[in-house]
Nanobody, 122 residues
Framework: QVRLVESGGGLAQAGGSLRLACVAS????????MGWYRQAPGKQRELVAT????????YADSVKGRFAISRDDRVANTAYLQMNSLRPEDTAVYYC???????????????WGQGTQVTVSS
């Protein structure tokens, strides 16, 4: 199976920065995309940003210009989310997700991490 481990969450002041990391491990044949989602209390989980294996990115409108998703090709199956100009409304549990194939013959599946808390104080 696939295991995702997130790190880098914590407490930041408004206007500050945090960097999240996600490492995928397990019997992975190929990763099609990695992404970050977040869920605030009482709200649905929402897309923050995704990046494909080709490097194409998608961002939620609320984070465009402030957040940047990237991959580290030197470390396989690793993605980062650089979060700048943080706002109190960015407070949420941030989840890493990967769309990955476990073999050439099987369709890709979606796998989630356990989440990391990000809290932004005003």
């Amino acid at each position: 199976q696939v295991r995702l481990v997130e790190s880098g969450g914590g407490l930041a002041q408004a206007g500050g920065s945090l960097r999240l990391a996600c490492v995928a491990s397990g019997s992975i044949f190929r990763i099609n995309a990695m992404g970050w989602y977040r869920q605030a209390p009482g709200k649905q989980r929402e897309l923050v940003a995704t990046i494909t294996s080709a490097g194409s990115t998608i961002y939620a409108d609320s984070v465009k210009g402030r957040f940047a998703i990237s991959r580290d090709d030197r470390v396989a199956n690793t993605a980062y989310l650089q979060m700048n100009s943080l706002r109190p409304e960015d407070t949420a549990v941030y989840y890493c997700k990967t769309e990955a194939k476990l073999s050439a013959l099987r369709p890709a599946g979606n796998y989630w991490g356990q989440g990391t808390q990000v809290t932004v104080s005003s």
